[in-house]
């Protein structure tokens, strides 16, 4: 039975491969022929139509979810479905026909072989979501980064144009908090102006995208202005001479140099600040002193102090084998004398700095207890902050020097106690004493 069966299929087995083949070939003529037709399913990117119908109204719209595309089945002979692609189909979503302000319908249609192919008639949806459209005005802040060399320094950073409208998304514009343009001068040696892209902040100082945002304007010249800058120190000139028995030991300051700025020009005249001699007057002088002055109006013509540079200078003159020190008085130390009937005083502040002279082992026991002053509230009325001049004693071979302080006088119970006469606080002993009795 085997035999006969592998006989079977072996014999003139030439000929039955070439029957095979001829049959294949003759299936592919018959479908060529025939030419079946076939169903696919392709996708197209939507194309929106008609947007200004929402602009008018004062709305934008969001894709929902970010997809803007649609899926479509396409019946067609085989012969011409071969030759689709995606391209061949454009799928197009007019606003006008905006269903509950939710979704838009597509229209799909063949852009090739629109005679030979079937697109489904399944209604397809482009989803959206609409929001309210807003617009700001903003004023450019214009701003540089990086570092120069040490001798130069930024005078002036401007931008053109100064003004931008941003326009959106009701939810995004009102994240703005501020725009600024921002140069870049490293390695910058001269002045230069930079075409750079406004940059948007929120409140706290985060950037924002601008995705989804109109900007009315998309670069802005940012100018950049240098100057030379370099150090001066400080001199100080005196007038008059010292009284009897007073010899000078030095002059000081604090800082003792400062950084200027100005055109190349004006620098290269300036070796120096000079406080002029009529500020320190020896003559006036009864022992070390420290005095505080601005500086500004003593810069030479073309120079200004480096941005940052505090103009107040303290000039120390030192007799000879004495020092001169910062103690911090505390507010408690001091009273306040000639207070009017019904009024109380306070200090702004807890304590008070002052400067202390003497010799250095007087110096070094001193402690902030031992330093008393009074305020003269003559004249004062309540309701205002008062600048007034702290009158603060001196001890035994230390100098305690006047403080100017700022006090604030407001109705209430005047506080006897803080009458350095005392007459007032036995007067009130007295009363409360009677009283007792009685």
Known sequence: MRLDLKRAFTKDIGLK??????????????????????TRTFTAVVTVQNEDVLTKAGKLYEIKDGINTVSFRVTAKRSI????????????????????ESRVPVTVTAKTYSSYVTIS?????????????SSGRF?????????????MDVNEVKCSPTVITVSGPEKLVSKIASVKAIANITNASADFTENVI????DKDGNELETSGLNLSINSVNVSVDFVGIK?????????????AGLTLGEITTNPSSVMIMGETAALNDVTSITIPESVINLS?????????????????EGVVLQEGTSSKVTIFVKMQDQEISEIEVPASNITFENLADGLEATMDEQSIKVYVSGPQSALATLTA?????????????????????VILDNLEEVTVQNKSATITIKEGAKDNSSDSSGENGQEAEDDTAENTEE
């Open 139 to 151: 004023v450019i802040t214009p701003e540089y980064t990086g570092t120069l060399s040490p001798e």
């Open 17 to 38: 491969i070439l029957a095979v083949i001829f049959a294949f070939f003759l299936w592919l003529i018959v479908v060529n022929i025939d030419d079946p037709p076939q």
């Open 198 to 201: 406004p940059k948007l902040f």
């Open 81 to 100: 479905m071969e030759k689709l692609s995606p391209s061949d189909f454009s799928a197009v979503a007019d606003m006008n026909y905006l269903e509950s």
């Open 284 to 300: 006036n002088i009864t022992g070390s002193v420290a005095t505080t002055v601005d500086i500004a109006a003593y810069l030479p």
């Open 369 to 389: 207890d031992q330093i008393k002053g009074t305020i003269d509230c003559s004249g004062l009325a309540a309701g205002e902050k008062q600048n007034v001049v």
């Open 231 to 243: 150090s001066a120190d400080i001199v100080v000139k005196t007038s008059g001479e010292l009284p």
């Open 121 to 133: 008639s399944k209604q397809t949806y482009l989803y959206v979501i609409l929001e309210n459209q």
